[in-house]
C-alpha cells in the first residue's frame, strides 16, 4: 500500500514561512491535497489538486508537490494557523484514500 | 448547505459489530459525482480512511479494513451507514463522516465537507 510520510512536528516563529512535507514514492505523479485540524474541530480543505485553494482560505497557504515529496507552505505564519496538518492522496491502483500521518505545527 | 451528522452507540463490546448512520442534508447522496465516505481518528492519533460509496453505488474499502467493512447508501433517506465487525479495542475511535467532490474530474478525490464526528469505544 502506497506509503505518505510527513514529519511529526514542525516548529515557526510569528511571521515567518512553514514548510510541511509529505513524501511518497513518485508523488510528483500523483495528485495531493493538505487539510488543516485544529484542536477538538474537524478537519478544513486547504489545498487540494498540488495547488489550489478553496474559497476563503488565505493565499499564505501555498502547495507544490514534484518528484518525492508534495509540500504545504504557510507565509507569515499566524497564532491561528497552528494546527495538525495531513497530506492526502487517492492511490488509484485499489482506488483507496491515503493520509498522510500528520504534521503538527506549532506557533512559537 | 450541506450538513452531515453522525449517529450511533458510543460504546461497543469486543466482537461485536459497530453500526453508524450519518445523516446528510442539504444535498441529495445521489448527486452526481460525488463520494460518500467515513474517517476515524483514534484520540490522540492521526486520521485513518475507512472507505466511500459513490453515488453510482460502487463502494472502495481501506485493504487493511475490508474483510471488516460495509458501506451503503439509503438514499430515501438520504443517509450514509457504516458496519465494522469484529472489533476490538484498536477500533476506539472519532468515526466521522464526509463528503468527497473532484470538482476538475480528474479521478483524484479531495473531502470537501465532514461531519464532525462521533466517539466509539470499545470496551466490555
Known amino acids: 500500500s502506497y506509503v505518505l510520510t510527513q514529519p511529526p512536528s514542525v516548529s515557526v516563529a510569528p511571521g515567518r514561512t512553514a514548510t510541511i512535507t509529505c513524501g511518497g514514492n513518485?508523488?510528483?505523479?500523483?495528485?495531493v491535497h493538505w487539510y488543516q485540524q485544529k484542536s477538538g474541530q474537524a478537519p478544513v480543505l486547504v489545498i487540494y489538486?498540488?495547488?489550489d485553494r478553496p474559497s476563503g482560505i488565505p493565499e499564505r497557504f501555498s502547495g507544490s508537490n514534484s518528484g518525492n515529496t508534495a509540500t504545504l507552505t504557510i507565509s507569515r505564519v499566524e497564532a491561528g494557523d497552528e494546527a495538525d496538518y495531513y497530506c492526502?492522496?487517492?492511490?488509484?491502483?485499489?482506488?483507496?484514500?491515503?493520509f498522510g500521518g500528520g504534521t503538527k505545527l506549532t506557533v512559537l | 448547505q450541506l450538513q452531515l451528522q453522525e449517529s450511533g452507540p458510543g460504546l461497543v463490546k469486543p466482537s461485536e459489530t459497530l453500526s453508524l448512520t450519518c445523516t446528510v442534508s442539504?444535498?441529495?447522496?445521489?448527486?452526481?459525482?460525488?463520494?460518500w465516505g467515513w474517517i476515524r481518528q483514534p484520540p490522540g492519533k492521526g486520521l485513518e480512511w475507512i472507505g466511500a460509496?459513490?453515488?453510482?453505488?460502487?463502494?472502495y474499502y481501506n485493504p487493511s479494513l475490508k474483510s471488516r467493512v460495509t458501506i451503503s447508501a439509503d438514499a430515501s433517506k438520504n443517509q450514509l451507514s457504516l458496519k465494522l465487525s469484529s472489533v476490538t479495542a484498536a477500533d476506539t475511535a472519532l468515526y466521522s463522516c464526509a463528503r468527497l467532490g473532484d470538482s476538475s474530474g480528474y479521478g483524484y478525490p479531495y473531502i470537501d465537507h465532514w461531519g464532525q464526528g462521533t466517539l466509539v469505544t470499545v470496551s466490555s
Open positions: 513518485n508523488i510528483g505523479r500523483k495528485t
Open positions: 460509496i459513490y453515488y453510482s453505488g460502487s463502494t
Open positions: 492526502q492522496v487517492w492511490e488509484t491502483i485499489i482506488d483507496h484514500v491515503v
Open positions: 489538486y498540488d495547488k
Open positions: 442539504g444535498v441529495s447522496i445521489s448527486s452526481s459525482g460525488y463520494y
